[in-house]
């Protein structure tokens, strides 16, 4: 349909659902509509570049997004179009903000400009792609496990530091009993790029590089074994699965089983759980290694592919043909601006959910985590030992500093959170944080819990609530924390957080009232850990790479190599062992990308 714009991404349902939003104020404002489809990174990467299966259910995309390390290598492979003429009126129409190139956000080897001509390197360069988000990696650490061991809950500054601080931590566990890492680094296996891109922040800090001369491998070399000789010792336990996953190694750290990591700031979303409070969830810069400080900076970019090998060609031919294709592709190009323009909230309010830094420098400055307007709630019941629920009037509830404001002419109080009583329920407070406290005049014992989400609309998972603490009192005295939890659910959106009843982890508590206290979706999404990452623009960390060609190994065969060789350090192997057949793969992909592959498929 030459009216519609096809928007391919491969960032999973939140994005999803935001650009499915974004989608519907875009056709409102401009009257085009764009089609969103959600299909996976390696999907995304074999269209782009023309190897996709003729009968793959995969669409022939307008726009994409793509990951910042491919830019320079899809423009040498030619599939990216250039933005030349549709990027120059962007810049005119928004000169009034200042220079457009010092607004977004540009790394020392991250590049989307480059020459129009590919042959001639001298010719003027051409924008074929525009930030963003950026995603760096942060440090995090148990501050618990700090202050039990070392008396103190400061981050560490240096990798010494932070290698002392693991080795005191892990053997203070060890003498009581628990296994433990003093720190773990993720190898999400399939060519993933986790691991290279924290190890080398553990690795490349120490003194040593990605590739050496003639894009040597490096592996063997003392520089590279001695550190990583190191955080295999200090990693020391084994596992049940056979790679560290990210979520896996998200779930330890609140289980206490792992003491520091490095990581994006997304994964603070697997720590903050009912298994770790969040203020024990210590988070800093990377620690600084004898090079100085190291971390990945990436993140993604939007591009608009150029005609794909094997794609239709436009229908009707001929001059009709070529100018419905270069109206789809200022009307792609005029998304692209729309959903940057800082002035819409879509780039703050996408990339803030995914824990990552907007790809705007005027965004970053307004990236804070405001979250929704407020806590929506449908019903509140309660439920007594045998699972009969309590009754309760709505006189009984009370939302304490709530801000129950008028919204569509109507009020929502909290004492439509009773059973059976009409209306919803919102709280458009989030300086006090929304809160509901039932009160039992006689006394009352509650085994379980169950709310439904209210309101409706596009926006309607925004005020649902995604983390809750739960806490009770006495006639006397005050409030103590029962329990603390998340709901998983709000993930993928779903709707109705908790229909079943939840009983309480601890057993039923007999009080004299209960208080709940809430965070809504989006606040939770991207939580402290984003915000400290948005903090530290332009990062404390300054981008270091150990070689100008870094991107170049940013592909998966290079990534399973790394993955396999922390799997095997994961495993006990030896390091001399284990660094020599890793330098022997990387070498062959050197010479034949395919003998990579080979040799991948073997282990």
């Not at 970019?301 to 239709?312: H, T, Y």
Request: charged content about 25%; proline content about 6%.
């Amino acid at each position: 349909d030459d009216h519609v714009v096809t928007l391919a991404h491969p960032h999973g349902p939140v994005t999803q659902q935001m650009l499915e939003l974004a989608a519907r104020d875009f056709e409102r404002a401009r009257g085009w509509k764009v089609d969103v489809q959600e299909v996976g990174w390696g999907e995304l990467s074999d269209y782009i570049l023309g190897r996709y299966k003729a009968d793959a259910a995969l669409p022939i995309a307008d726009i994409v997004t793509i990951g910042s390390t491919w830019a320079a290598d899809f423009y040498e492979k030619g599939v990216l179009s250039p933005m030349g003429d549709l990027y120059e009126g962007w810049r005119r129409e928004r000169r009034h903000l200042g220079p457009i190139e010092e607004d977004l956000v540009k790394n020392l080897d991250i590049t989307y400009s480059f020459p129009g001509n590919r042959d001639d390197k001298r010719s003027p360069p051409e924008w074929h792609a525009v930030p963003l988000d950026v995603d760096t990696r942060i440090f995090f650490y148990r501050k618990d496990l700090q202050l039990k061991y070392l008396k103190h809950a400061n981050p560490p500054k240096t990798i010494e530091e932070a290698l002392y601080a693991g080795q005191v931590i892990r053997d203070g566990e060890r003498a009581a009993g628990r296994e433990m890492s003093g720190w773990a680094v993720p190898s999400n296996g399939k060519g993933a790029s986790d691991a290279l891109q924290v190890l080398l922040t553990f690795v490349v800090g120490n003194g040593s590089t990605l590739v050496g001369p003639q894009e040597a491998c490096t592996f063997t070399d003392e520089y590279f074994k001695t550190p990583l000789g190191r955080y295999a010792a200090l990693y020391g336990t084994q596992h049940d699965y056979a790679f560290n996953h990210s979520l896996e190694i998200s779930r330890e750290f609140a289980q206490g089983k792992v003491a520091m990591m490095a990581g994006a700031a997304w994964m603070y979303w697997g720590m903050v759980s009912g298994e770790v409070l969040p203020e024990n969830v210590g988070i800093g810069s990377i620690p600084s290694g004898p090079r100085g400080p190291y971390t990945f900076q990436g993140g993604t970019a939007w591009a608009i592919p150029s005609k794909v090998p094997g794609a239709p060609a436009p229908t009707g031919g001929g001059t009709d043909a070529m100018d419905a294709t270069a109206n789809k592709k200022k009307r792609a190009f005029d998304f692209i601006a729309w959903f940057s323009d800082p002035a819409n909230g879509y780039m703050k309010d996408m990339t803030l959910a995914r824990g990552l830094v907007p790809g705007y420098k005027t965004t970053i400055r307004e990236a804070k985590l405001t979250g929704a307007d407020g806590v929506q709630l449908g019903e509140l019941a309660l439920y007594d030992e045998e699972g009969d629920p309590l009754p309760l009037a709505p006189s009984q509830f009370a939302n304490p500093d709530g801000v129950n404001a008028m919204q569509d002419g109507r009020r929502f109080p909290v004492g439509n959170l009773a059973p059976g009583a009409a209306g919803d329920w919102i709280d458009f407070n989030k300086a006090a944080g929304p809160a509901v406290e039932v009160a039992f005049p006689r006394g009352a014992t509650v085994a379980s819990y169950a709310f439904t989400s209210g309101g409706a609309g596009a926006r309607g998972f925004e005020r649902d609530p995604v983390e809750w603490v739960v806490s009770y009192k006495n006639a006397t005295g005050g409030w103590t924390r029962l329990e603390s939890r998340r709901n998983p659910a709000a993930v993928e959106l779903k709707r109705n957080v908790t229909g079943v009843p939840q009983a309480f982890a601890a057993g039923a508590v007999t009080a004299a009232a209960l208080r709940f206290d809430f965070v809504a979706f989006r606040e939770s999404m991207c939580g402290t850990a984003c915000q400290a990452a948005v903090d530290m623009f332009p990062f404390a960390v300054p981008l270091q790479y150990p070689h100008q060609g870094f991107y170049k190994f940013g592909r998966v065969e290079h990534n399973a190599t790394v993955d396999r060789m922390l799997q095997r350090l994961h495993r006990g192997d030896h390091i001399d062992a284990v660094t020599s057949d890793a330098c022997r793969e990387w070498d062959a992909l050197m010479v034949d990308p395919a003998r990579g592959a080979a040799a991948s498929d073997g282990d």
